[in-house]
């Protein structure tokens, strides 16, 4: 079993930045991708930024320049790091995570967090 814990949502002005944090607990054999997704109303959920447990990192081309993604592999913590935001990156940003929940043959785990809104007022 394991859980995401999301936070750093919130309201913020054009221009302003954010940073979110998201810690998965419970247990698992080994994270092999963890990133943050998003979703407007009425808007289809679409990949913002995602790295792998080694460092490599992919963001989507409206975020990239502005957001940094980063981990903390001791803590088992994404971090999406966001700066001059704008009032499309109004969305529900959720953490995802894929990794590997058996020992010894490969066990495909996906968990998803509750969702943390964030707001960019123009």
């Known amino acids: 079993q394991v859980q995401l814990v999301e936070s750093g949502g919130g309201l913020v002005q054009e221009g302003g930045s954010l940073r979110l944090s998201c810690a998965a607990s419970?247990?698992?054999?080994?994270?092999?991708?963890m990133g943050w997704y998003r979703q407007a109303p009425g808007k289809q959920r679409e990949l913002v930024a995602k790295?792998?447990?080694?460092?490599?990192?992919n963001l989507a081309d409206s975020v990239k320049g502005r957001f940094t993604i980063s981990r903390d592999n001791a803590k088992n913590t994404v971090y999406l790091q966001m700066n001059s935001l704008k009032p499309e990156d109004t969305a529900v940003y959720y953490c995802?995570?894929?990794?590997?929940?058996?020992?010894?043959?490969?066990?495909?785990?996906?968990?998803w967090g509750q969702g943390t809104l964030v707001t960019v007022s123009s």
């Open positions: 995802n995570l894929e990794g590997n929940s058996g020992r010894w043959v490969y066990r495909h785990l996906e968990v």
């Open positions: 419970g247990s698992i054999f080994s994270i092999d991708v």
């Open positions: 790295i792998t447990s080694g460092g490599s990192t």
